[in-house]
């Protein structure tokens, strides 16, 4: 089963994002797991996930995700979620770019 990891400041719009995703995942017959968690958190799980997306309102920590990534030694798919997906909750989007990632 694959694990996408939402990344934000707090996690509260990100965790309606993740409702959003898995609805989307589950109407595509899709088994995956979807999480959000604050940057402090987020940075020490990159190995336990197969994708890392994060909120626009974080996208200047991206660097701090990668090397938390380059430190654990493993290199994983990671990207900020478009604003404007963000913003309408288009969790379908998101969920497709996250597949997209993955290279599925």
Known sequence: ??????????????????????KAAAAMGDEVEIFALPISEGEKRVGDVDCILLGPQVRFQKNTIEKAMEAACVSKPCDVIDMKDYGMMNGEAVYKKAKAMMGE
């Open 1 to 22: 089963m694959k694990k996408i990891m939402l990344v934000c400041a707090a996690g509260m719009s990100t965790s309606l994002l993740v409702t959003k995703m898995e």
